[in-house]
């Protein structure tokens, strides 16, 4: 059985950082391109950064492209968002993913994801 947990989230003011963190067990966890996704109440979940397997590439969406980082730990099963300079509309709740393949892009979906973390609340005050 799969489990990824998800920590790292908090409410921080316009301009500040956080470092997410998700740890998964249960799964080849260098088998798998893993991601972050984040989702406002009432709004489409949207893909947010992924990493291949190896992390030797990522991939951002345009809006955090400068500001956030991924990285991975195979070691560790684990995978960090660094989120810096953050701003009020990067507040949502964000969820740890895992692909159904090694690799991903920068057009990294949903649907290309076969495990989920429970979601991490980041608050960003202006």
């Known amino acids: 059985q799969v489990q990824v947990a998800e920590s790292g989230g908090g409410l921080v003011q316009a301009g500040g950082s956080l470092k997410l963190s998700c740890t998964v067990s249960?799964?080849?966890?260098?088998?798998?391109?893993m991601g972050w996704f984040r989702q406002v109440p009432g709004q489409e979940r949207e893909w947010v950064s992924c990493t291949m397997f190896s992390g030797s590439s990522q991939h951002y969406t345009h809006s955090v492209r400068g500001r956030f980082t991924i990285t991975r730990d195979n070691a560790k099963n684990s995978v960090y968002l660094q989120m810096d300079r953050l701003k009020p509309d990067d507040s949502a709740t964000y969820y740890c993913?895992?692909?159904?393949?090694?690799?991903?892009?920068?057009?990294?979906?949903?649907?290309?994801?076969?495990?989920w973390g429970q979601g991490t609340q980041v608050t960003v005050s202006a």
């Open positions: 993913a895992g692909g159904r393949a090694p690799w991903c892009t920068d057009a990294w979906y949903a649907g290309e994801t076969n495990f």
């Open positions: 249960g799964v080849t966890f260098d088998n798998h391109a």
